[in-house]
């Protein structure tokens, strides 16, 4: 118990920090919609088209949106050089890689819920569907478990913002992928049946994130 | 590990033990041997690059060692990390205070990570002791550094630490800063808190501390008692010790 309270100590502190600066929602959604917009008028083809290259246009845009967040969640850290008060406080590594973990993860959940509708104003597809939004949610959840601990390892390089990218999208690789073909499936109205084979990849590939992340980060973050 | 920690005296509040750190070919602490009595404050001396901020960081665990033993209040820093850092507090040149956040803000975050008992409470009695009543609400991120500062010294002490470890605290410092600092140093009942101490500056080291030790190439070059020395004495001791005029 005490372990999730201070995990959530660190998460209440990210998300104060971010409802005063709005750096990481407000840099992400402004890239978020660009993109939309951007692919929706690549793309004003027939419905057919559009059907077939959304799922697509979809992950594109919350994979680097997700990189714009994530490279936020150790910098303000390093920058303020609170990452050794935090090492110096008595909770466990683990502890503050759940604690940025769900900060990230809440931050990337709101970035999705915002640019749905969007999404689904200009190609005029589906999305508010159970599927996609567990679809969605699972990815997202694996997205963010591996990715926290990439951006804790890319804080202590010098062009950190873009030694992240780098180190942490050929990770996801598999992830992103499922994610496509499942909600390519979701957003076609197929059934739970049809998306179970891709859910469970992703369920398998959250389950070994998390699991790994959560005992190597220690080593990770201390030098 | 009962043997090991059979050489560690109860009285010992810390007992650092052949340590060893390096960083890639090189070698910050070469062998770094000493102990600390309970209620003594022990100022460690050297120039750039001598492992004075390596040895804070490894003595407050954000560091491992590369070899060698590390004892706290008879506790190993291999085993008992998270319960030595609630026995300790840090304070460095570097505040650990988030710049958009409040100063209660912060102080109530580092409160939930040390699980301080009524917090509220605590957080003002510490604002107090520093001088900061008046800014408790403004945003660290517009208060001048000597205050940062002294809501840093307000940090360190929210959980009542009995064991201070600062490394150059006095940079930045202002008059006003260094007079909480020194009554930081003393433990809140009236007894002493037990005090490692890394400096440059030797005047300040040798009214603050009881014994000195002088830390050059990664070892302790040279250890003596204060009383026993003035500053002409510091500085020759210190000159001798480290090729470098203080």
């Given amino acids: 118990m005490s372990f999730l309270k201070k995990a959530l100590a660190i998460t209440r502190k990210d998300v104060l920090s971010e409802l005063r600066t709005k750096e990481i929602i407000f840099s992400a959604l402004v890239f978020t919609v660009l993109v939309i917009v951007t692919f929706n008028f690549a793309f004003s083809a027939s419905q057919e088209t559009t059907a077939l290259v959304a799922p697509g246009i979809l992950w594109v845009t919350f994979t680097f949106a997700g990189v714009l967040s994530l490279n936020r969640a150790f910098i303000p850290e390093k920058e303020e050089n609170c990452l050794e008060g935090l090492m110096s406080s008595p909770v466990s590594r683990e502890v503050i890689y759940v604690g940025k973990m769900l900060g990230s993860l809440l931050f990337m959940l709101i970035i999705e819920i915002i640019a749905l509708p969007v999404f689904a104003l200009l190609f005029n597809l589906p999305v508010f569907s159970a599927p996609l939004v567990t679809v969605t949610f699972l990815a997202t959840v694996?997205?963010?478990a591996v990715g926290t601990l990439f951006s804790a390892l890319a804080v202590n390089t010098k062009a950190r913002e873009m030694v992240l990218p780098i180190l942490f999208l050929p990770m996801v690789v598999p992830i992103i992928?499922?994610?496509?073909?499942?909600s390519g499936l979701a957003l076609a109205g197929e059934s739970w049946g049809a998306l179970a084979s891709w859910l469970q990849i992703i369920g398998a590939f959250d389950a070994i994130f998390l699991v790994v992340s959560f005992w190597v980060f220690a080593f990770v973050i201390e030098e | 590990m009962a043997d090991e920690i059979k050489d560690v005296a109860p009285a010992q509040a810390i007992a650092v033990q052949e340590l060893k750190k390096s960083f890639g070919h090189h070698l910050a602490l070469n062998g770094v041997d000493f102990r600390v009595a309970r209620g003594e404050s022990v100022v460690v001396f050297g120039p750039n690059g001598a492992g004075k901020t390596t040895l804070i960081k490894i003595l407050a665990t954000i560091m491992n060692p590369s070899s060698g033993r590390i004892f706290i209040d008879g506790m190993s820093a291999k085993d008992s990390a998270e319960?030595?850092?609630?026995?300790?507090?840090?304070?460095?040149?570097?505040?650990?205070l988030y710049?958009?956040?409040?100063?209660?803000?912060?102080l109530e975050f580092y409160g939930r990570l040390y699980d301080v008992p009524r917090r509220k409470e605590r957080i003002?009695?510490?604002?107090?002791?520093?001088?900061?009543?008046?800014r408790l609400h403004d945003r660290v991120g517009t208060l001048s550094r000597g205050m940062q500062q002294r809501l840093s010294i307000a940090r360190s002490l929210?959980?009542?630490?009995?064991?201070?470890?600062l490394d150059e605290p006095e940079t930045g410092l202002d008059q006003q800063a260094l007079v909480v600092?020194?009554?930081?140093?003393?433990?809140?009942?009236?007894?002493?808190?037990?005090?490692?101490?890394?400096?440059?500056?030797?005047?300040?080291?040798?009214?603050?501390?009881?014994?000195?030790?002088?830390l050059a190439r990664g070892r302790i070059v040279y250890e003596g008692v204060t009383a026993s020395l003035d500053l002409a004495g510091l500085r020759e001791a210190y000159h001798q010790s480290t090729g470098v005029k203080a």
């Avoid at chain 2, 958009?100 to 912060?106: G, Q, R, V």
């Avoid at chain 2, 009554?183 to 009214?207: Q, Y």
Wanted: hydrophobic share 40%; net charge positive.
């Fill in chain 1, 142 to 144: 694996g997205f963010v």
């Fill in chain 2, 99 to 106: 710049g958009t956040l409040t100063a209660y803000e912060n």
């Fill in chain 2, 124 to 134: 003002h009695e510490v604002v107090e002791t520093v001088g900061m009543t008046s």
């Fill in chain 2, 181 to 214: 600092l020194r009554e930081a140093l003393r433990a809140e009942d009236g007894a002493r808190r037990t005090v490692v101490l890394t400096t440059h500056n030797l005047e300040r080291g040798l009214e603050l501390g009881d014994r000195l030790l002088i």
């Fill in chain 2, 83 to 96: 319960k030595i850092r609630r026995r300790i507090g840090v304070i460095t040149h570097q505040t650990f």
């Fill in chain 1, 177 to 182: 992928i499922s994610a496509v073909k499942a």
């Fill in chain 2, 158 to 165: 929210l959980h009542k630490p009995p064991i201070m470890l």
